[in-house]
């Protein structure tokens, strides 16, 4: 069964340093998302991608964070500089265009020290 | 601003019996709800879904109701069993808001042998 996958699946760093999360979608999948979900808390939107283009990351700090999504397949998510509040699990999810069900990486854990 | 809301933090059922998880919701603008299950340390998998044109959705041991007057909505699962135990999120689409989803912070179901 095809599944979205995600790297690295846990990262500790420093503050202030730069840290990168890489997603690859299930394939056929042309709508990617990127969410943030605190301990104790639901998955939050960061960033919505169709194909290459950006669609909606009205929730992304943008001081300090970025997506990409260059060849409209996997995305990278990256914050520099990384903050102690940035602690939290990164999920990536996929699904076809127009579709609702949305399907989830395992996510990466990020503990910032 | 929590647009999805899930009161019970915690859930604890015995095997076989029925388990109920509730939603509650602020925006009429929503149209499509969607229970998704987590295990620890993996991402969110979908469940069952329901659209805001009906009041009921079945999927095997799934059913989900849909009370839209009240803006409510309910998870059932019989007969309950171990492997069920997990978070379960209850999520919505809001109509002409694109296809991001807002979550509810989940409910910790425990289903006991």
């Known amino acids: 069964e095809a599944e979205v996958a995600q790297s690295p699946r846990y990262k500790i760093t420093e503050k202030s340093q730069a840290v990168a999360f890489w997603c690859d979608p299930i394939?056929?999948?042309?709508?990617l998302y990127w969410y943030r979900q605190i301990l104790g808390q639901g998955p939050e939107l960061l960033v919505q991608?169709?194909?290459?283009?950006?669609?909606?990351d009205s929730q992304l700090p943008k001081d300090r964070f970025s997506a990409e999504r260059l060849k409209g397949v996997d995305s990278t998510l990256k914050i520099q500089p990384a903050e102690l509040g940035d602690s939290a699990m990164y999920l990536c999810?996929?699904?076809?265009?127009?579709?609702?069900?949305?399907?989830f990486g395992p996510g990466t854990r990020l503990t910032v020290t | 601003d929590q647009q999805v809301k899930q009161n019970s933090p915690s859930l604890s059922v015995q095997e076989g019996r029925i388990s109920i998880l509730n939603c509650d919701y602020t925006?009429?603008?929503?149209?499509?709800f969607l229970w998704y299950k987590k295990y620890p340390a993996e991402g969110p998998t979908f469940l069952i879904s329901?659209?805001?044109?009906?009041d009921k959705n079945e999927d095997g041991r799934f059913t989900v109701f849909l009370n839209k007057s009240a803006k409510h909505l309910s998870l059932h699962i019989v007969p309950s069993q171990p492997g069920d135990s997990a978070v379960y999120f209850c999520?919505?689409?809001?109509?002409?808001?694109?296809?991001?989803?807002?979550f509810g912070k989940g409910t910790s179901l425990l289903v006991t042998p």
């Open positions: 999810a996929s699904t076809w265009t127009g579709a609702y069900e949305q399907y």
């Open positions: 394939s056929g999948h042309a709508t």
């Open positions: 991608f169709q194909d290459e283009s950006v669609v909606d």
């Open positions: 925006n009429s603008m929503f149209d499509y």
């Open positions: 329901i659209s805001s044109i009906k």
């Open positions: 999520a919505a689409k809001a109509l002409n808001s694109g296809y991001a989803l807002n």
